[in-house]
Structures are given as structure tokens and as C-alpha cells.
């Protein structure tokens, strides 16, 4: 039965945010949208509002708001340093193919002579330039840091702040105004989002103090008691979530309505500026197999930054093996009752909502771990409904995937791809983890799945325990004899999250940690520092640097296949490679660098690509370019030169200037 409504149907019951900044701009976030189908079926009345996706849309809105972002990172050396001319030109290829973008990323439209793949990482680039030093962006030494960092960018007024900071408060201030929620809940998922998660939870108190805020989601599970102690938090939220959100915010509107009292409300921790004071509510009793579809209304979730229109469900609640040492997310499903799994006939439903409310034919399921088996069972329920849509998984290699059957039958029901963790061949360390996988049957997964047609994509780990020279050489040896097969999303080192087993137990594997208010994540590697827990040391093993050199080789050494890596170039039809090239136009988001960024001008002609963000330099004897652009050859090298950027998709070859004679007969080796 729906909850007690409350008089006022003027006002929104919940406001639901997902904030900046994370690299989550493939598809929606799933947690507003469960939050909002659940309490939709309730009757009640939800708004909810990717602010992570905003920021871009609003830039792709309003372009001149890069202008006004590169102006303010201007170096002051008179404007001749090369980072400050490769901003402007960033900025000026962004608001020359403004339309192709706004085609494609807005409406997913052709996108002209930029493509797709190209429009996606246009748009990317002029968002990370648009955030570039701002305090969306910062990372953070300590929490107590973060918090004052909150609390002055709080007091400052907005139009004093940074470029993408105004336009933040402006979509905020927007929402607040339209929907005049009695409870705003924000949804921190990645650590990166928890600073500007704060800030907003800040503003939302000055300019709408009599409304309601909850932070839950991972960042708060993993962070809870130590983020109810910071002043900021303690002085703006009124409450923190570390469990699963409906039945909480389900409840919590029954106390505001007086139907049932505050202290009936479960799975919240109430701070102090709360009438119930600081304490914990009831345990939740709602289980996964009690939820219904997600549902996308309101999200602009066609305006993602995917090639195509992609969507995601889940299929449980944690993990089913959930030992791996490294993984907070895994531990916590070890007690009882904290794996939930949904049905067959439940995930089918959620895929079958999804698809006919959207349209979409590509369906992640966004599950940190997936049981394979419940999924072939639930798409086939699917396709019976006449539902098929392809489909990628997270999992683990495991030995259910050395059956050629089950791969054969995922890959039948949809599988597109899968995604997996890789921490090295190792058995000795893959066992001291618990990892539950035999590295003797990784080769035979990748020959399975190959042969099947579902695409493997790896997230690489480092500073495995005490790994040996000889374990990495070997684990770097099966990557490279496998490099055609795989794709690689992400190499990260180790860390040490909060609530997992090997901050439960460091000793046991060998660790030495920090556990002062030190926070250690990936910077050099992961987007804005990626996982962040306690800083690290093995005892016996790989020094960070050194383990950061190990993960640099990885990176310099294996070439993941071009089919797994459509982005990467643009070969030539049936792999051909260009002929010699007399004359080459350079594409428009190709820029030649000025003498005064290059004091090498006078030998060569350097050209930044910078939608790929490669430089190329060809020598003047070689080629020469033209007032208008044009590149010409000059000598049988320069001809293969050119063609090399035509391979590259620098370029297209010009035929009127194809037979045109080079401007040098002598030719050159």
C-alpha cells in the first residue's frame, strides 16, 4: 500500500543527487534509479538528478563557459606557453564541432566528420579541461582536510568560485527552486564524489534550510563512523545511510508525515543537528528480492557518453563468493544474510522494464561479482518475453567459464562481453587472497570465451602482496601471449579499503598499514586517485615505486587487441595500409604547433592531434606545409610519413594534389 502523503503536494518528497566527479558517464548510476522506482511504487513523488552528467551538459550548452575556464588557467607567461596554447586550441576545436557533439552526446545522432568514437572523447577531454585545478577535482590527504576545505568553499561566495563551481551551484539552485524537496538524498558512490557531495549538501542548507539531507551510498558504508565525526558533516547532514536506501528513505517520509515515529525509521545514523540525536535506527528488514525495476525517468539517460544508448541493472546485493581479500565491497557479504540474490524471473523483469521504457539493446549488468548461471537463466526468460538485448557481466575468471558450453550458451542469450580482475598467474598469491580462481585455467577461460565471441576486458591489479621478480615476469608474459584477445580498462595498485579483509587482518597477509587518518588511493594511474583506503607496505615485497614501475611496464609492453579498443585508431579498410601520400589535409581537431611553443620550428612541422592527444613531428626537409594547412611532401619519406598520419587518422590524403609533382625531385631514404 502506498505511505500516508504529505498535505503539502506542492513540494517534491525527495530530491535524489548523484554528484560530481566521477568517471561514471557511460550510463546512470543505478542507485537513484532503484531509489526512485522503489519509492515511486509507494506513492510517492521523486525527483532524480545526475549531476555528474549535468556539469557536461551544461558545458555542452553553454561553450563559452571553456573559454572562461581557460582564460582562468592561464600560466601569466604572456600566453606563449605551449600548455596554454594547447588549451586554446582545445577550446576552439570543442566550439567548432559544438554541433556534432550536442548531436551526438544530446540526441546520439550522427556525428558528422568527428564520429562517435571521437565525439565521445571530444566532450570528455573539454569536461576534464573545463574541471582542470578546480575543487571538483582536488584529492585529499585526510578527511579532517577535506572537511575544511568544504566548510571555506561553503562560505565563499558562489560567484567567486571556479568556472564549473558556479555552473554546479546554478543546476542546484535550479532543482531546489522547481521541486522544493522536503528530503534531498545524495548518493556517494566514488570517493572523488564525497568533497562536492558536502558542498552541495552545504549549499542546499543555506538556500533551503528547512529541507531534510541523507548521505548514504558506498563512500558512506565504508566511511560512516569516521565521516559522523567531521564538524562539516555533524553541522549540515541530518542523517547517513550505510545500507541499502529504500526502506530508510521509504520510512523516513512516514516519521515526516507522523505516521509512525522517528526512531521507527531503520538503517539511519541520526547526527546531532537531527531531533533524534546521534544514534543508529533499527536494522532494515526489505530484502533485494522485495525490489522492483529500476526506473530511468527523469535522466536524461539517452545523453550519456556512450557510443550508443546504454543502460544497467543489478542482479544481487554483494558478492556470492565475497572472500577476496582487497575487496570492502566483497567482506561485507560475508555474514549472514549479506549476500541477496535476486530471481530469474526478477532480473528478467528488470530487463524487461528497462528495455521497453527506453529502447535500449545494450544492458550492463552492473554486479560487482555475477552468478553466470542466474543470468543465462534470467536473459533467456527475457528472450522467451521477446526481449534480446546484448549484454556485458563482472565477474571473476572462474572455473565455471573452462565449459565451452556455458560460454557458448551466454554468448547465445546475448553475452557481449565480460569483464574481469587480473592480479597476476600466481597461484601462491591468487590462494593467499582467497581469490576462489585456478590460474591454471585462465588460458583456457580466454580460448572459451574467444571462441564464443564475448569480448574480455581486464582491470589490471599491482603491488600484489610480496609478488616475486619471477611471479610478475610471468604474469606479464601471459598478458602479452594474450594481448590480441583481451582489452585492458584500468591498472591500478592494491589499496587498502576500509572494512576489507586486509585491514580486518593486515599481518595475516604480510601488510603494514597506516591506520591514522592518512588516505592512500591511485593518482598516477586511476581517475582522481580511483579506491582509496590506508596507505600500504609489504614486508618482503615490491616497494610502491616499484610496484608503480611494474604496472608503467604492463602499460608500455602489452598491446591490447584493436577490437577491443575501437577508439584506439582508425586502420585502413581489410588492414591495408596507406600508400605513399603526396598531399595531406590535416582534420580540423589537428592543430600545428607555433614557433613559439616549439623552439624546434625551424627544422620541423609538429601537429598535436588533440582529440587523441598525440604530437607529431615531420621534418621541413621532408614535408612542408602550406598557408592553408596543407601538408606536401617533399621527399619519398615525407610521402611515407604522410601516409603514416593518414594510417593514424590525422589526416585525409588530398587528391587534388595527389599527382601534384613534389616541390624537391631528390628523394630520400
Known amino acids: 500500500m502506498p505511505s500516508s502523503q504529505s498535505?503539502?503536494?506542492?513540494?517534491?518528497?525527495?530530491?535524489?543527487?548523484?554528484?560530481?566527479?566521477?568517471?561514471?558517464?557511460?550510463?546512470?548510476?543505478?542507485?537513484?534509479?532503484?531509489?526512485?522506482?522503489?519509492?515511486?511504487?509507494?506513492?510517492?513523488?521523486?525527483?532524480?538528478?545526475?549531476?555528474?552528467?549535468?556539469?557536461?551538459h551544461e558545458l555542452l550548452r553553454c561553450p563559452a563557459?571553456?573559454?572562461?575556464?581557460?582564460?582562468?588557467?592561464?600560466?601569466?607567461?604572456?600566453?606563449?606557453?605551449?600548455?596554454?596554447?594547447?588549451?586554446?586550441?582545445?577550446?576552439?576545436?570543442?566550439?567548432?564541432?559544438?554541433?556534432?557533439?550536442?548531436a551526438h552526446v544530446l540526441h546520439k545522432e550522427p556525428a558528422g566528420e568527428l564520429g562517435p568514437d571521437r565525439a565521445v572523447r571530444l566532450a570528455t577531454l573539454a569536461l576534464e579541461l573545463l574541471v582542470r585545478d578546480t575543487f571538483l577535482v582536488q584529492t585529499w590527504e585526510d578527511l579532517g582536510r577535506l572537511d575544511d576545505a568544504v566548510r571555506r568553499a561553503a562560505d565563499r561566495p558562489p560567484a567567486a568560485s571556479d568556472v564549473p563551481v558556479v555552473a554546479l551551484h546554478r543546476l542546484l539552485t535550479g532543482l531546489l527552486g522547481r521541486h522544493?524537496?522536503?528530503?534531498?538524498?545524495?548518493?556517494?558512490a566514488f570517493f572523488s564524489q564525497l568533497a562536492p557531495a558536502l558542498l552541495i549538501a552545504a549549499w542546499i542548507r543555506q538556500l533551503a534550510p528547512d529541507t531534510q539531507i541523507c548521505l548514504g551510498g558506498q563512500q558512506v558504508m565504508l566511511r560512516h563512523d569516521s565521516l559522523a565525526r567531521l564538524p562539516g558533516v555533524r553541522e549540515t547532514i541530518d542523517a547517513?545511510?550505510?545500507?541499502?536506501?529504500?526502506?530508510?528513505?521509504?520510512?523516513?517520509?512516514?516519521?515526516?508525515?507522523?505516521?509512525?515515529?522517528?526512531?521507527?525509521?531503520?538503517?539511519?545514523?541520526?547526527?546531532?543537528?537531527s531531533e533524534a540525536g546521534p544514534r543508529t535506527g533499527p536494522a532494515v528488514t526489505l530484502r533485494f528480492r522485495d525490489l522492483g525495476p529500476p526506473d530511468f525517468t527523469g535522466l536524461p539517460f539517452?545523453?550519456?557518453?556512450?557510443?550508443?544508448?546504454?543502460?544497467?541493472?543489478?542482479?544481487?546485493?554483494?558478492?556470492?563468493?565475497?572472500?577476496?581479500?582487497?575487496?570492502?565491497?566483497?567482506?561485507?557479504?560475508?555474514?549472514?544474510?549479506?549476500?541477496?540474490?535476486?530471481?530469474?524471473?526478477?532480473?528478467?523483469?528488470?530487463?524487461?522494464?528497462?528495455?521497453?521504457?527506453?529502447?535500449?539493446?545494450?544492458?550492463?549488468?552492473?554486479?560487482?561479482?555475477?552468478?553466470?548461471?542466474?543470468i543465462l537463466k534470467a536473459?533467456?526468460?527475457?528472450?522467451?518475453?521477446?526481449?534480446?538485448?546484448r549484454f556485458g557481466v563482472?565477474?571473476?575468471?572462474?572455473?565455471?567459464?573452462?565449459?565451452?558450453?556455458?560460454?557458448?550458451?551466454?554468448?547465445?542469450?546475448?553475452?557481449?562481453?565480460?569483464?574481469?580482475?587480473?592480479?597476476?598467474?600466481?597461484?601462491?598469491?591468487?590462494?593467499?587472497?582467497?581469490?576462489?580462481?585456478?590460474?591454471?585455467?585462465?588460458?583456457?577461460?580466454?580460448?572459451?570465451?574467444?571462441?564464443?565471441?564475448?569480448a574480455v576486458r581486464f582491470t589490471v591489479m599491482g603491488q600484489v602482496l610480496d609478488e616475486t621478480p619471477d611471479?610478475?615476469?610471468?604474469?606479464?608474459?601471459?598478458?602479452?601471449?594474450?594481448?590480441?584477445?583481451?582489452?585492458?580498462?584500468?591498472?591500478?595498485?592494491?589499496?587498502?579499503?576500509?572494512?576489507?579483509?586486509?585491514?580486518?587482518?593486515?599481518?595475516?597477509?604480510?601488510?603494514?598499514?597506516?591506520?591514522?587518518?592518512?588516505?592512500?588511493g591511485n593518482p598516477e594511474l586511476s581517475y582522481l586517485s580511483g579506491r582509496v583506503g590506508h596507505p600500504l607496505a609489504v614486508r618482503g615485497g615490491p616497494t610502491r615505486t616499484e610496484a608503480l614501475d611494474r604496472l608503467v611496464r604492463i602499460f608500455d609492453t602489452v598491446r591490447p587487441g584493436v577490437a577491443n579498443d575501437s577508439a584506439s585508431s582508425h586502420p585502413a579498410p581489410n588492414g591495408q595500409r596507406t600508400p605513399a601520400v603526396a598531399a595531406l589535409r590535416p582534420h580540423t581537431w589537428v592543430r600545428t604547433v607555433p614557433a613559439y611553443a616549439d623552439d624546434r620550428t625551424a627544422d620541423r612541422v609538429t601537429l598535436a592531434d588533440l582529440v587523441r592527444e598525440r604530437f607529431y613531428a615531420l621534418p621541413r626537409d621532408d614535408v612542408e606545409q602550406r598557408a592553408d594547412g596543407l601538408l606536401r611532401a617533399r621527399t619519398n619519406r615525407g610521402s611515407r610519413l604522410l601516409a603514416r598520419l593518414a594510417d593514424a587518422a590525422a589526416g585525409t590524403p588530398d587528391p587534388a594534389r595527389s599527382t601534384d609533382p613534389a616541390p624537391s625531385a631528390r628523394s630520400s631514404s
Open 7 to 56: 498535505a503539502d503536494r506542492t513540494r517534491t518528497d525527495v530530491l535524489l543527487l548523484f554528484p560530481p566527479q566521477t568517471e561514471a558517464r557511460f550510463f546512470p548510476y543505478l542507485s537513484l534509479p532503484y531509489l526512485t522506482g522503489h519509492l515511486r511504487r509507494r506513492g510517492r513523488r521523486v525527483h532524480q538528478a545526475d549531476l555528474n552528467i549535468a556539469v557536461l
Open 65 to 102: 563557459l571553456l573559454d572562461d575556464a581557460v582564460r582562468a588557467q592561464d600560466t601569466g607567461d604572456d600566453g606563449k606557453a605551449v600548455s596554454d596554447w594547447y588549451r586554446r586550441e582545445m577550446a576552439d576545436v570543442f566550439a567548432a564541432h559544438i554541433g556534432e557533439l550536442r
Open 180 to 188: 522544493r524537496p522536503r528530503v534531498v538524498g545524495l548518493s556517494v
Open 240 to 273: 547517513l545511510c550505510p545500507t541499502a536506501g529504500e526502506e530508510p528513505l521509504e520510512r523516513w517520509l512516514d516519521a515526516l508525515d507522523g505516521t509512525v515515529p522517528l526512531a521507527a525509521v531503520p538503517g539511519m545514523t541520526w547526527l546531532p543537528r
Open 302 to 374: 539517452r545523453s550519456y557518453l556512450n557510443d550508443a544508448l546504454e543502460l544497467a541493472i543489478v542482479s544481487c546485493v554483494g558478492c556470492y563468493w565475497g572472500r577476496c581479500a582487497f575487496c570492502s565491497y566483497g567482506n561485507r557479504s560475508l555474514p549472514q544474510g549479506g549476500y541477496q540474490q535476486g530471481t530469474a524471473t526478477q532480473i528478467a523483469d528488470a530487463v524487461e522494464a528497462v528495455v521497453r521504457a527506453t529502447g535500449t539493446r545494450y544492458v550492463s549488468v552492473a554486479d560487482e561479482n555475477t552468478n553466470l548461471r542466474l
Open 379 to 389: 536473459m533467456r526468460a527475457a528472450r522467451e518475453r521477446g526481449i534480446r538485448v
Open 394 to 454: 563482472r565477474g571473476r575468471l572462474e572455473a565455471a567459464l573452462t565449459d565451452p558450453g556455458l560460454c557458448h550458451d551466454l554468448a547465445a542469450v546475448g553475452c557481449a562481453m565480460i569483464s574481469v580482475g587480473y592480479e597476476g598467474t600466481s597461484q601462491r598469491l591468487l590462494d593467499r587472497m582467497e581469490r576462489g580462481v585456478r590460474a591454471a585455467d585462465y588460458q583456457r577461460i580466454l580460448d572459451n570465451l574467444a571462441a564464443a565471441g564475448i
Open 471 to 520: 611471479e610478475f615476469e610471468a604474469s606479464l608474459r601471459f598478458l602479452v601471449d594474450n594481448e590480441r584477445r583481451i582489452g585492458i580498462d584500468a591498472l591500478e595498485l592494491m589499496v587498502a579499503e576500509p572494512g576489507s579483509r586486509l585491514v580486518g587482518s593486515p599481518e595475516k597477509y604480510g601488510l603494514a598499514l597506516d591506520t591514522s587518518d592518512r588516505l592512500a
